[in-house]
């Protein structure tokens, strides 16, 4: 004994003397530790105040089944599984206290009651028996996190964006919510001192907290209304065209604001939704959108003009064995280069093209470069796509004898859709490039912390002279008869734009596909906006070109945009100007008003005040276009009952 016992005190000496330092720094590491504390994420609205992106924290409850003794766990466990059942309505009870008692078996420390739980099912369920009883008695086990949620839904979700860190710790931050985290949406995590007490418990230490500081919050340039508009009109084409994806983006002409962007792809399913940010970052061969800065470039060099005429031959020209053929395959004949553009005539613009530069193409290239074209937009958002533009200086394979003539219809040139409308744009501002605009302020509460203003890229990208050329040259693409986006027009509300249908994988026939574009701005005297709209790889069994495809979902943007938020002085040219319209809308209202069961003419009337009238009346309204009502399914004076379909053709 005497021996053991001076065993014991050599030990007890060596532990408190040689080896002491060393425990002591385990001990304090075990019982006090440093705790991050959170900051709330900022959150993300709509121009107008709408919510865009909120953090909602959200609880994930387990439960350590190796922690209640037996009796704990038999006396509470009939119950909380009567509770399980109650709670989710899925299974029996039996189901759940089959499942536990398996889980307890096979001594699992973290079987998953339930998971994403907002605040007040999380109170709810952590009141059921043995979740209730303290964590050290009942095994009771609460991961909290904060999870990101969109209130709009599938609507501008990945421009919203957010920032995600993967298992491996790679940090994924796309959109706006991913390119202004760091600088505004994180806030400062705090941090709590606590110490481990009995039973496994931790006790905060007062005196030793930092504060987390949240986040601010970012107010987007993004129009919920606008927003809506032009996610429904793509949609709808993309639905009806069996197209793989496409984008649509609206933006303000004189501040370069954003106010819709919508980026659809379709899944396995042939379903829609928010994929990839293609108008950020696809880049791709424009076709003959690009027409305009091919144009816009030979007028500022003052090498081409709009009265000049160019033999389109045949439909076909060849260049060093290659062909460029209009869809016409008969050819225009002699035409200006006026016609040419608003005929989109490829055989047109490349032989005014090419004959102006063909003996020194570096200065074509050099003009493109002066109006920007080349250069990224420098967007805060990740993944902007290249702008390509060969050059014949430049030795990377780009540029050959072909490269000139097949630049100037859209050809080995390559933009990402919002390069496209910001040149557009500026044609639009008069020659003044801005940058697109995604924000327009940082708020903490009601104060302003940081304001966004416009950011000017070029002040003038070419001559006052030469843009009033180009912009009377989309108007005409609209207007006139034989310009290709003629079928677009409408005398109720004036745009300007141009056609584009480019094809895709091209070098393999058998892959062959196509890309839709329209790209312009409305009003077409007075531009309030400007917008582009990019269909990829519609069914060719439907159709393919750019004034069937992309063109009705620009007029359906621009003209839905008109009637519901009115932009111009021209609010007469929006009202039935026909007297016996009107006096037949009156007496019908007030029929209307009185029976409720007489179908009345709205063929003529806006689409906005037909469908108010017969939803007043009970009616359900299918509407199929926009603009005017043309032709209604139900007669004018049959009898009606609450609640029944009439379709509405628009035009």
């Not at 501008?156 to 202004?180: C, S």
Request: hydrophobic share 35%.
């Amino acid at each position: 004994m005497f021996i053991l016992g001076v065993a014991v005190m050599v030990k007890l000496a060596n532990v408190q003397f040689v080896h002491g330092e060393k425990y002591r720094a385990k001990a304090s590491k075990r019982i006090v530790q440093d705790f991050v504390v959170p900051a709330n994420r900022g959150n993300v609205y709509s121009a107008n105040g709408n919510l865009l992106a909120t953090t909602i924290p959200k609880y994930n409850i387990r439960l350590d089944l190796m922690t209640p003794k037996a009796s704990t766990f038999e006396g509470n466990l009939v119950a909380l599984c009567d509770s399980l059942s109650d709670f989710f309505g899925k299974h029996s009870s039996g189901y759940y206290q089959k499942k536990l008692r398996k889980a307890r078996a096979n001594k699992n420390r973290g079987f998953l009651i339930a998971k994403n739980l907002g605040y007040s099912d999380y109170l709810r369920v952590t009141s059921f028996p043995l979740l209730s009883e303290k964590p050290f008695i009942g095994g009771l086990v609460v991961e909290p996190k904060a999870k990101r949620e969109h209130p709009m839904g599938g609507i501008a979700q990945r421009t919203i964006g957010y920032e995600r860190i993967d298992g491996q710790g790679h940090l994924t931050r796309p959109g706006i919510d991913g390119a202004f985290g760091v600088p505004y949406l994180r806030g400062t995590d705090g941090k709590s001192t606590k110490q481990q007490i009995y039973g496994g418990e931790w006790k905060l230490i007062e005196h030793n907290q930092i504060e987390p500081e949240d986040g601010y919050d970012v107010y987007t340039t993004i129009d919920v209304n606008i927003q809506d508009i032009a996610h429904h009109a793509l949609l709808k084409q993309l639905e009806y065209y069996k197209a793989d994806h496409g984008c649509a983006v609206v933006m303000e002409t004189k501040t370069g604001e954003v106010k819709a962007i919508v980026n659809l792809g379709r899944n396995s399913e042939g379903k829609y939704y928010e994929r990839r940010n293609y108008a950020v970052w696809e880049s791709h061969e424009p076709g003959s959108t690009f027409k305009l800065m091919a144009v816009t470039a030979g007028l500022e060099d003052k090498v081409i003009d709009t009265s000049d005429v160019v033999d389109t031959e045949n439909g076909r020209i060849t260049f060093y064995g290659k062909h460029v053929r209009d869809s016409n395959r008969r050819g225009y004949g002699k035409i200006s280069v006026s016609e040419a553009f608003e005929l989109s005539s490829n055989t047109g613009i490349v032989r005014a093209i090419y004959d102006a530069y063909k003996d020194k193409p570096s200065k074509f290239v050099d003009r493109l470069y002066a109006m920007n074209l080349h250069d990224s937009l420098g967007l805060p958002i990740k993944g902007e796509g290249k702008a390509i533009i060969p050059d014949p200086r430049i030795k990377n394979g780009r540029w050959s004898g072909i490269a000139l003539p097949w630049m100037a219809f859209g050809y080995g040139v390559s933009f990402t859709p919002l390069q496209n409308l910001t040149f557009y744009n500026a044609i639009a501002n008069n020659g003044e490039m801005v940058k697109p605009q995604f924000l327009k302020e940082v708020k903490q509460f009601d104060k302003t912390i940081v304001p966004f203003k416009k950011e000017v890229i070029n002040k003038r990208i070419c001559s006052e002279e030469t843009v009033k050329k180009v912009k009377q040259l989309l108007k005409n693409v609209v207007e006139k008869k034989h310009g290709t986006g003629h079928r677009l027009y409408s005398k109720n509300f004036s745009m300007a734009g141009k056609t584009g249908t480019c094809q895709k994988d091209y070098r393999d026939k058998e892959k062959l596909n196509y890309i839709s574009s329209f790209a312009g701005f409305f009003p077409a005297d007075d531009p309030k906006y400007s917008c582009i709209v990019v269909i990829h790889e519609p069914d060719k069994t439907v159709g393919y070109y750019g004034a069937d495809v992309s063109g009705p979902v620009f007029k359906s943007i621009a003209q839905k945009i008109f009637i519901d938020t009115p932009i111009v002085d021209e609010l007469d040219s929006m009202e039935v100007k026909h007297g016996a319209v009107i006096e037949e809308f009156e007496d019908y209202y007030q029929l209307a008003q009185k029976h409720k069961t007489i179908m009345p003419n709205v063929v003529g009337l806006p689409a906005m005040d037909a469908v108010a009238l017969l939803e007043n009346m009970g009616l359900k309204v299918d509407l199929r276009g926009a603009g005017m009502v043309k032709k209604q399914s139900i007669s004018k004076g049959q009898k009606v009952k609450k609640n029944q379909k009439v379709v509405l053709e628009i035009s």
